[in-house]
């Protein structure tokens, strides 16, 4: 956590939940209090995008992204959503390049690379999800494999005030098996490190890197209290109690 960069919360609701559930999560967050220096942004299933972002219009700081979109504007893609029918339904973020889309979808870093520059030009923010496998770590091959993610990134990047960069490490989401504070740190300094040399040192310093895998009640606080980890990216506990005392981690 820094003072120049708003810290960030996002709950990726994946694929779970209901009409019943997810409204309940969006009652809760609209009747809670939550850190006003902090931007949360909540990623539900498409077909709930419209109903959860009207529902949390008034609630200042809180904002719906979607999961994923497609790079065409329109077309034969179907079961896909395009970037313009993201901002119908309210979003203003989106997630691209998470792990279940690169390794249970087969997403390439190419086609990333092409959504990430739909989605800038369309006017949503992207949440640009990078990771190693467990395989990547035991090897030593964790930022030769973020580097080539990042750079599909870079080369579809013009203005980085609208990029959030999740590090989630592939071996600790949704496993338990959480990236200690010191090994999540180390990431999130070498990949501003690599933004410093390949981007420039203003846009390293003020891109916010947030860290996802694993993340709940208990381990937030600790993760939050590194210099280079600006928030989290949270799937399972996301749609539980305790995703308000995650945002609120820092009170
Ligand atoms: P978990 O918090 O369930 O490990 O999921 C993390 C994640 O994939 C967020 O995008």
């Keep these: 956590m820094s003072a120049e960069r708003k810290f960030f919360v996002g709950g990726n609701f994946k694929m779970n939940g209901n009409l019943e559930s997810l409204t309940a999560i969006a009652d809760r967050l609209n009747s809670s209090e939550l850190d006003a220096n902090v931007e949360v942004v909540i990623a539900p299933p498409a077909c709930y995008l419209a109903s959860l972002s009207s529902q949390l219009a008034q609630k200042e700081n809180v904002n719906v992204s979607a999961e994923n979109v497609h790079q065409a504007a329109k077309g034969a893609f179907t079961g896909e959503i395009s970037c313009s029918m993201a901002l119908d339904c309210g979003a203003s973020y989106a997630i691209l390049g998470h792990s279940e889309r690169r390794h249970v979808f087969g997403e390439t870093n190419k086609q990333i690379g092409e959504k990430t520059k739909a989605t800038l030009a ?19 091959n964790t930022m030769v494999v973020c580097v080539e993610q990042l750079t599909a990134y870079k080369d579809n990047v ?76 949270v799937g399972g506990a996301s749609l539980k109690p305790e995703f308000v005392d995650i945002i609120n981690c820092d009170c």
């Design 122 to 140: 369309a006017g949503l923010v992207v949440i640009a999800c990078i990771g190693e496998k467990g395989e990547d770590r035991k090897s030593g």
């Design 158 to 233: 013009e203005d980085w005030s609208k990029v959030v960069i999740a590090y989630e490490p592939v071996w600790a989401i949704g496993t338990g098996e959480v990236a200690t504070p010191e090994i999540a740190q180390e990431t999130h300094l070498n990949i501003r490190s690599w933004l410093s040399d390949n981007v420039s040192p203003e846009v390293a310093a003020s891109v916010r890197i947030i860290y996802g895998g694993s993340v709940n009640g208990k381990n937030c606080k600790e993760l939050a209290s590194q210099p280079d980890i600006d928030g989290f990216l």
